[in-house]
């Protein structure tokens, strides 16, 4: 289920352009969301460019900075998207969570989870603007 969230939240985060280069299935979750709310609640609803909204931007840019902190070696000029002013934040988080990756040696889904479980905990509880 996570890959989904991380393919809706690359399709809100980047252009059509890109999301071509890319070769995701970005649109089986959002199929499932016009039909029905999403259960985990971090989507809540879709944009007239059939793009996710999700609860809070913050969502949308760390997922994004999940799939690209595993996946950035085979789409490396997605690294230059991320200097620009607009993804400052997913930047941040992919620097962060590529660090945590990298020193930890391991690129389980366990640890994937567990930062994502303390990273709604820390939006939840502490500063929401990252900004």
Not at 26 to 33: A, G, H, I, K
Not at 37 to 57: T, Y
Not at 65 to 74: I, M, P, V
Request: aromatic share 12%; glycine share 2%; with cysteine.
């Amino acid at each position: 289920m996570l890959p989904q969230y991380e393919s809706a939240a690359l399709k809100a985060l980047f252009d059509e352009e890109v999301l071509s280069n890319l070769h995701l299935d970005c649109d089986s979750l959002l199929e499932e969301l016009s039909e029905s709310e999403d259960i985990l609640g971090l989507i809540v609803g879709l944009n007239s460019d059939k793009k996710s909204v999700f609860i809070h931007k913050s969502y949308e840019e760390f997922l994004a900075a999940l799939w690209l902190s595993r996946n950035y070696q085979n789409h490396k000029y997605l690294m230059l998207l991320l200097f620009q002013k607009d993804y400052r934040n997913t930047r941040l988080m992919f620097d962060m969570l590529l660090t945590y990756l990298k020193s930890t040696k391991t690129k389980s889904w366990i640890v994937e989870m567990l930062l994502v479980e303390v990273f709604f905990t820390w939006l939840v509880l502490g500063d929401e603007d990252i900004r």
